[in-house]
């Protein structure tokens, strides 16, 4: 498939990044400077430098031919407020009418969503983020309030919980079970299974907890 990937350097996309290199997928890139790109994939993806937060330079790196895009861009505190919301919408203005293209993003476990069974333990899960980490808290839930209103692109997405560097297990839950501050998963498996989303309609228009 022919993959867009948003957020190619940070922890999680360049995951993304190799993970989707080396099951065959062509991947084009768009970063700030493509110096910090793996210099053993720099070759074999298509670059294009630029900064996601300029609507010229996103709708030129969506191509005609564009399959997927991938959204894996993290926040930390040196990140503008609504970073992902605001990239997250040239994105899906851009995808408007383009309904075999998959809009595929990871979110944020302290985002509740209809679907979720709600314990003790979720509950503070957002409690602590919305305290502590209110600028990524605030970001995911104004990006999935966001894909809301375009009932017409084909999205999917995952909201891991703590994640941290680990190998790639490809054994993990996604769904709505219950999940609290002890929850986790590896950068490597979110990555496995945004990547599985490619071609399973199973989430469509839903975003799962991911966790082992």
């Known amino acids: 498939m022919k993959i867009t990937l948003f957020g190619a350097t940070g922890s999680l996309g360049s995951e993304c990044l190799r993970q989707a290199v080396l099951a065959g997928h062509d991947v084009t ?3 700030r400077s493509a110096a910090k790109l793996p210099a053993d994939l720099r070759d074999r993806i298509s670059v294009v430098e630029g900064d996601a937060l ?15 895009v991938m959204f894996a861009i993290g926040v930390d505190k040196h990140s503008l407020p609504d970073l992902c919301t605001e990239i997250s919408r040239h994105i899906l203005d851009a995808l408007r009418g383009e309904p075999r293209i998959r809009f595929i993003w990871c979110g944020g476990g302290s985002t509740f969503v209809p679907e979720d069974r709600i314990s003790l333990g979720a509950r503070f899960v957002r409690k602590f983020a919305a305290l502590f980490m209110s600028l990524r808290h605030e970001d995911k839930e104004h990006q999935y309030q966001l894909l809301m209103q375009y009932p017409d692109v084909q999205w999917l997405g995952v909201r891991p919980l703590q994640m941290r560097k680990g190998e790639l297990r ?34 469509l228009h839903k975003a799962p907890i991911v966790q082992y």
């Open 54 to 68: 300029n609507v010229d330079d996103v709708w030129r790196v969506i191509g005609e031919e564009t399959d997927a």
């Open 29 to 31: 890139v768009l970063v």
């Open 170 to 203: 490809g054994q993990y839950r996604m769904g709505f079970d219950h999940f609290n501050g002890f929850s986790a998963i590896s950068f490597a498996d979110c990555a496995h299974a945004m990547l599985g989303l490619l071609q399973d309609d199973t989430w």
